[in-house]
Protein backbone atom coordinates (compact mmCIF):
# COMPACT_ATOMS: atom_id res chain seq x y z
CA UNK A 1 0.00 0.00 0.00
CA UNK A 2 1.76 3.48 -0.86
CA UNK A 3 2.22 4.88 2.89
CA UNK A 4 0.99 8.41 1.59
CA UNK A 5 -2.48 6.66 2.20
CA UNK A 6 -1.82 6.13 5.84
CA UNK A 7 -0.49 10.21 6.02
CA UNK A 8 -3.97 10.89 4.24
CA UNK A 9 -5.95 9.05 6.37
CA UNK A 10 -4.06 10.86 9.48
CA UNK A 11 -4.73 14.45 7.74
CA UNK A 12 -8.35 13.68 7.73
CA UNK A 13 -7.92 12.41 11.81
CA UNK A 14 -6.34 15.49 12.32
CA UNK A 15 -8.22 18.04 10.28
CA UNK A 16 -5.83 19.44 8.33
CA UNK A 17 -7.22 20.46 5.35
CA UNK A 18 -4.37 21.66 3.35
CA UNK A 19 -2.29 18.85 3.87
CA UNK A 20 -5.42 16.73 2.84
CA UNK A 21 -5.78 18.78 0.13
CA UNK A 22 -2.18 18.53 -1.27
CA UNK A 23 -2.27 14.48 -0.66
CA UNK A 24 -5.10 13.82 -2.40
CA UNK A 25 -3.83 15.60 -5.83
CA UNK A 26 -0.10 14.04 -5.47
CA UNK A 27 -2.27 10.46 -5.13
CA UNK A 28 -3.72 11.12 -8.33
CA UNK A 29 -0.94 12.43 -9.69
CA UNK A 30 1.06 9.17 -8.60
CA UNK A 31 -1.86 7.33 -10.81
CA UNK A 32 -3.76 6.09 -7.96
CA UNK A 33 -7.82 5.96 -8.53
CA UNK A 34 -10.12 7.84 -7.01
CA UNK A 35 -11.78 4.70 -5.42
CA UNK A 36 -7.98 3.50 -3.83
CA UNK A 37 -7.74 7.18 -2.45
CA UNK A 38 -11.35 7.25 -1.01
CA UNK A 39 -11.01 2.97 -0.05
CA UNK A 40 -7.73 3.11 1.46
CA UNK A 41 -7.33 6.67 2.81
CA UNK A 42 -9.93 9.01 3.34
CA UNK A 43 -13.11 6.56 4.42
CA UNK A 44 -9.94 4.97 6.91
CA UNK A 45 -9.34 8.34 8.74
CA UNK A 46 -12.88 9.08 9.04
CA UNK A 47 -13.92 5.65 10.99
CA UNK A 48 -11.40 6.73 13.00
CA UNK A 49 -12.75 10.08 13.85
CA UNK A 50 -16.56 8.36 14.39
CA UNK A 51 -14.58 5.83 16.73
CA UNK A 52 -13.13 9.06 18.86
CA UNK A 53 -16.42 10.85 18.79
CA UNK A 54 -18.31 8.11 19.92
CA UNK A 55 -16.19 7.35 22.64
CA UNK A 56 -15.83 10.82 23.88
CA UNK A 57 -12.34 10.93 22.88
CA UNK A 58 -12.49 13.97 19.86
CA UNK A 59 -15.17 16.71 20.59
CA UNK A 60 -17.89 18.26 18.06
CA UNK A 61 -15.05 21.30 17.02
CA UNK A 62 -12.47 18.74 15.40
CA UNK A 63 -15.27 16.42 14.14
CA UNK A 64 -16.10 20.03 12.12
CA UNK A 65 -12.20 20.48 11.14
CA UNK A 66 -12.18 17.08 9.71
CA UNK A 67 -15.24 16.86 7.79
CA UNK A 68 -13.41 19.93 6.28
CA UNK A 69 -10.20 17.94 5.38
CA UNK A 70 -12.36 15.33 4.19
CA UNK A 71 -14.41 18.32 1.73
CA UNK A 72 -11.02 19.46 0.71
CA UNK A 73 -10.07 16.08 -0.67
CA UNK A 74 -13.23 15.09 -2.06
CA UNK A 75 -13.19 18.33 -4.53
CA UNK A 76 -10.62 16.66 -6.25
CA UNK A 77 -12.24 13.06 -6.86
CA UNK A 78 -15.57 14.07 -7.63
CA UNK A 79 -15.20 15.52 -10.83
CA UNK A 80 -13.03 12.53 -11.70
CA UNK A 81 -16.00 10.22 -9.80
CA UNK A 82 -18.58 11.79 -12.02
CA UNK A 83 -17.20 11.89 -15.20
CA UNK A 84 -19.52 10.74 -17.69
CA UNK A 85 -20.31 11.77 -21.23
CA UNK A 86 -23.20 9.07 -22.08
CA UNK A 87 -26.88 9.92 -22.56
CA UNK A 88 -28.22 9.93 -18.56
CA UNK A 89 -29.17 6.81 -17.71
CA UNK A 90 -31.94 8.29 -15.30
CA UNK A 91 -32.83 10.73 -12.97
CA UNK A 92 -32.32 10.43 -9.20
CA UNK A 93 -33.32 13.43 -6.90
CA UNK A 94 -31.36 12.79 -3.65
CA UNK A 95 -30.91 14.64 0.15
CA UNK A 96 -31.10 14.20 3.71
CA UNK A 97 -33.60 14.84 5.63
CA UNK A 98 -35.43 17.13 8.20
CA UNK A 99 -32.67 17.79 10.88
CA UNK A 100 -29.87 16.36 10.07
CA UNK A 101 -26.86 18.24 8.63
CA UNK A 102 -24.49 15.28 7.87
CA UNK A 103 -23.49 15.23 3.72
CA UNK A 104 -20.36 13.81 3.29
CA UNK A 105 -21.84 10.43 2.27
CA UNK A 106 -24.78 11.48 0.27
CA UNK A 107 -22.14 13.79 -1.27
CA UNK A 108 -20.64 10.35 -2.28
CA UNK A 109 -23.44 8.89 -3.52
CA UNK A 110 -24.53 11.42 -5.89
CA UNK A 111 -21.16 11.85 -7.57
CA UNK A 112 -20.70 7.83 -7.84
CA UNK A 113 -24.46 8.09 -9.43
CA UNK A 114 -23.08 10.74 -11.45
CA UNK A 115 -20.14 8.59 -12.26
CA UNK A 116 -22.34 5.93 -13.23
CA UNK A 117 -24.55 7.91 -16.11
CA UNK A 118 -27.35 9.07 -13.81
CA UNK A 119 -28.85 12.61 -14.22
CA UNK A 120 -28.42 14.02 -9.86
CA UNK A 121 -30.40 16.52 -8.48
CA UNK A 122 -29.01 16.73 -5.30
CA UNK A 123 -31.30 18.71 -2.72
CA UNK A 124 -28.46 18.82 -0.09
CA UNK A 125 -29.32 18.59 3.76
CA UNK A 126 -32.10 19.70 6.44
CA UNK A 127 -35.05 18.48 3.80
CA UNK A 128 -38.89 18.25 4.91
CA UNK A 129 -41.10 15.96 3.46
CA UNK A 130 -43.16 19.19 1.41
CA UNK A 131 -39.80 19.78 -0.53
CA UNK A 132 -39.04 16.28 -1.76
CA UNK A 133 -43.01 16.53 -2.64
CA UNK A 134 -42.57 19.99 -4.50
CA UNK A 135 -38.97 19.01 -6.21
CA UNK A 136 -40.65 15.53 -7.14
CA UNK A 137 -42.89 17.69 -9.46
CA UNK A 138 -41.01 19.71 -10.41
CA UNK A 139 -38.31 17.33 -11.61
CA UNK A 140 -40.19 14.01 -12.00
CA UNK A 141 -37.37 11.78 -10.84
CA UNK A 142 -36.92 8.06 -11.53
CA UNK A 143 -35.77 7.34 -8.11
CA UNK A 144 -35.95 9.62 -4.78
CA UNK A 145 -32.89 8.79 -2.38
CA UNK A 146 -33.23 9.82 1.28
CA UNK A 147 -30.41 9.83 3.61
CA UNK A 148 -30.00 10.15 7.22
CA UNK A 149 -27.15 9.93 9.80
CA UNK A 150 -28.90 10.18 12.90
CA UNK A 151 -31.13 7.87 14.89
CA UNK A 152 -33.29 10.66 15.43
CA UNK A 153 -33.69 11.37 11.81
CA UNK A 154 -34.11 8.27 10.17
CA UNK A 155 -37.46 8.14 11.89
CA UNK A 156 -38.35 11.09 8.99
CA UNK A 157 -37.92 9.27 6.15
CA UNK A 158 -41.22 7.54 7.46
CA UNK A 159 -42.46 10.67 7.00
CA UNK A 160 -41.75 10.95 3.42
CA UNK A 161 -42.64 7.71 2.31
CA UNK A 162 -45.74 8.11 4.04
CA UNK A 163 -46.38 11.31 2.13
CA UNK A 164 -45.55 10.01 -0.68
CA UNK A 165 -48.15 6.91 -0.30
CA UNK A 166 -51.04 9.02 0.89
CA UNK A 167 -50.56 11.21 -2.71
CA UNK A 168 -50.78 7.70 -4.69
CA UNK A 169 -47.01 9.00 -6.27
CA UNK A 170 -45.57 5.27 -7.05
CA UNK A 171 -41.84 6.96 -7.42
CA UNK A 172 -39.49 4.24 -5.82
CA UNK A 173 -37.85 5.77 -2.43
CA UNK A 174 -34.57 4.28 -2.08
CA UNK A 175 -32.75 5.58 1.77
CA UNK A 176 -29.21 4.97 3.42
CA UNK A 177 -26.82 6.42 6.04
CA UNK A 178 -25.19 4.93 8.88
CA UNK A 179 -27.76 4.20 11.05
CA UNK A 180 -29.76 2.61 8.59
CA UNK A 181 -30.42 -1.14 8.28
CA UNK A 182 -33.04 -3.37 5.52
CA UNK A 183 -34.82 -4.20 8.02
CA UNK A 184 -35.58 -0.38 9.02
CA UNK A 185 -36.14 0.02 5.14
CA UNK A 186 -38.65 -3.07 5.10
CA UNK A 187 -40.66 -1.88 8.40
CA UNK A 188 -41.30 1.94 7.07
CA UNK A 189 -41.91 0.88 3.56
CA UNK A 190 -38.90 1.93 1.04
CA UNK A 191 -38.23 0.08 -2.25
CA UNK A 192 -34.50 -0.26 -1.05
CA UNK A 193 -31.80 0.27 1.30
CA UNK A 194 -28.18 0.71 0.19
CA UNK A 195 -24.99 -0.02 2.70
CA UNK A 196 -22.77 1.90 0.61
CA UNK A 197 -21.91 4.51 -2.56
CA UNK A 198 -21.00 1.20 -4.31
CA UNK A 199 -24.37 -0.66 -3.69
CA UNK A 200 -26.52 2.50 -3.87
CA UNK A 201 -25.58 2.34 -7.50
CA UNK A 202 -25.80 -1.64 -7.95
CA UNK A 203 -29.39 -0.74 -6.20
CA UNK A 204 -30.59 2.11 -8.69
CA UNK A 205 -29.42 -0.08 -11.71
CA UNK A 206 -31.59 -2.76 -10.55
CA UNK A 207 -34.86 -0.33 -9.69
CA UNK A 208 -34.16 1.01 -13.13
CA UNK A 209 -34.53 -2.24 -14.54
CA UNK A 210 -37.59 -3.18 -13.41
CO1 LIG B 1 -22.15 13.68 13.47
N1 LIG B 1 -22.75 11.99 14.24
N2 LIG B 1 -23.25 14.69 14.62
N3 LIG B 1 -21.27 15.17 12.59
N4 LIG B 1 -20.89 12.45 12.61
C1 LIG B 1 -22.31 10.73 13.64
C2 LIG B 1 -23.31 10.26 12.58
C3 LIG B 1 -22.26 9.76 14.92
C4 LIG B 1 -22.47 8.27 14.58
C5 LIG B 1 -20.93 9.98 15.68
C6 LIG B 1 -20.78 9.10 16.90
O1 LIG B 1 -21.38 9.38 17.91
N5 LIG B 1 -19.99 8.06 16.76
C7 LIG B 1 -23.40 10.37 15.82
C8 LIG B 1 -24.80 9.80 15.59
C9 LIG B 1 -25.27 8.94 16.74
C10 LIG B 1 -26.61 8.39 16.46
O2 LIG B 1 -27.53 9.03 16.06
N6 LIG B 1 -26.70 7.11 16.70
C11 LIG B 1 -23.33 11.85 15.44
C12 LIG B 1 -23.85 12.91 16.22
C13 LIG B 1 -24.39 12.52 17.60
C14 LIG B 1 -23.86 14.25 15.79
C15 LIG B 1 -24.45 15.46 16.54
C16 LIG B 1 -25.81 15.23 17.19
C17 LIG B 1 -23.40 15.93 17.57
C18 LIG B 1 -23.85 17.04 18.47
O3 LIG B 1 -24.24 18.09 18.03
N7 LIG B 1 -23.80 16.74 19.75
C19 LIG B 1 -24.52 16.52 15.41
C20 LIG B 1 -25.87 16.45 14.68
C21 LIG B 1 -26.07 17.59 13.72
C22 LIG B 1 -27.32 17.38 12.89
O4 LIG B 1 -27.29 16.67 11.90
N8 LIG B 1 -28.41 17.95 13.31
C23 LIG B 1 -23.44 16.04 14.49
C24 LIG B 1 -22.69 16.88 13.66
C25 LIG B 1 -21.67 16.49 12.84
C26 LIG B 1 -20.77 17.46 12.05
C27 LIG B 1 -21.52 18.67 11.50
C28 LIG B 1 -19.68 17.90 12.98
C29 LIG B 1 -20.15 16.49 10.96
C30 LIG B 1 -20.96 16.45 9.63
C31 LIG B 1 -20.31 17.27 8.55
C32 LIG B 1 -20.95 16.99 7.20
O5 LIG B 1 -21.48 15.93 6.90
N9 LIG B 1 -20.90 18.01 6.38
C33 LIG B 1 -20.32 15.13 11.62
C34 LIG B 1 -19.59 13.97 11.23
C35 LIG B 1 -18.50 14.18 10.21
C36 LIG B 1 -19.89 12.68 11.75
C37 LIG B 1 -19.13 11.35 11.55
C38 LIG B 1 -17.87 11.43 12.40
C39 LIG B 1 -18.74 10.98 10.13
C40 LIG B 1 -19.91 10.95 9.13
C41 LIG B 1 -19.33 10.79 7.74
O6 LIG B 1 -19.20 11.75 7.02
N10 LIG B 1 -18.91 9.55 7.40
C42 LIG B 1 -20.19 10.29 12.09
C43 LIG B 1 -19.57 9.03 12.64
C44 LIG B 1 -19.50 7.93 11.59
O7 LIG B 1 -20.45 7.75 10.83
N11 LIG B 1 -18.42 7.25 11.53
C45 LIG B 1 -21.08 11.13 12.91
C46 LIG B 1 -18.25 9.25 6.14
C47 LIG B 1 -19.31 8.98 5.07
C48 LIG B 1 -18.62 8.66 3.76
O8 LIG B 1 -20.07 7.87 5.49
O9 LIG B 1 -22.11 9.29 5.99
O10 LIG B 1 -22.07 6.81 6.61
P1 LIG B 1 -21.67 7.89 5.69
O11 LIG B 1 -22.23 7.56 4.26
C49 LIG B 1 -22.08 6.28 3.65
C50 LIG B 1 -23.22 5.30 3.95
O12 LIG B 1 -23.90 5.57 5.16
C51 LIG B 1 -24.07 5.33 2.74
O13 LIG B 1 -23.15 5.57 1.70
C52 LIG B 1 -22.18 6.52 2.15
C53 LIG B 1 -20.91 6.32 1.39
O14 LIG B 1 -20.43 5.00 1.46
N12 LIG B 1 -25.15 6.32 2.58
C54 LIG B 1 -26.15 6.07 1.70
C55 LIG B 1 -25.32 7.54 3.11
N13 LIG B 1 -26.44 8.09 2.62
C56 LIG B 1 -26.96 7.22 1.75
C57 LIG B 1 -28.10 7.29 0.94
C58 LIG B 1 -28.40 6.19 0.12
C59 LIG B 1 -27.58 5.08 0.11
C60 LIG B 1 -26.45 4.98 0.89
O15 LIG B 1 -29.44 6.14 -0.69
C61 LIG B 1 -30.20 7.29 -0.91
Redesign the pocket.
Given at each position: MNPLLQTLAETIIDGKHLDADRITMQLLEEGLTPMTI?DEG??PG??V???????GE?F??Q??V??RA??SAMKHLDPILAASNAEPKGT?L?G?VR???????????SV?LQGNGYKVIDMG??NPAEKFLAMYEEHQPDI???????????MYMKTIIELFKEKNIPVPI???????TQKFADEIGAN?????????VD?VHAIMKR
Open positions: LLLMGVGRRFRDMLPVLSAMKIITGDVHDIGKNLVMIQIGLSALLTTTMIIGGAPVGYARNAVDAL
